[in-house]
């Protein structure tokens, strides 16, 4: 979290994450949500877009359409790109 703080505070406006590939394979499911969740929330607090690039994964499709139905919603998870 600490390099996506700091790369949004020296200018940056869209922030590349990977998932923790090796929680993914373990099924710590909770654990990769609340990782994007938490570097979303400091990415965007300070006026930045956060891009999450899942691999090839049915698991990390079923969490990626979970997170973007809770934007849909209204629940921010992403800043508005527009």
């Given at each position: 979290?600490?390099?996506?703080?700091?790369?949004?505070?020296?200018?940056?406006?869209?922030?590349?994450?990977?998932?923790?590939?090796?929680?993914?394979?373990?099924?710590?499911?909770?654990?990769?949500?609340g990782?994007?969740?938490?570097?979303?929330?400091?990415?965007?607090?300070?006026?930045?877009?956060?891009?999450?690039?899942?691999?090839?994964?049915?698991?990390?499709?079923?969490?990626?359409?979970?997170?973007?139905e809770?934007?849909?919603?209204?629940?921010?998870?992403?800043?508005?790109?527009?």
């Open positions: 979290m600490y390099e996506a703080k700091r790369a949004v505070e020296e200018g940056g406006k869209e922030i590349d994450m990977v998932v923790n590939v090796g929680r993914v394979l373990s099924g710590k499911w909770e654990f990769v949500k990782e994007i969740e938490k570097v979303n929330e400091a990415v965007v607090e300070r006026g930045a877009i956060l891009k999450v690039i899942f691999e090839n994964d049915c698991e990390c499709l079923t969490l990626y359409s979970e997170l973007y809770r934007w849909l919603r209204g629940e921010e998870l992403w800043a508005d790109g527009g």
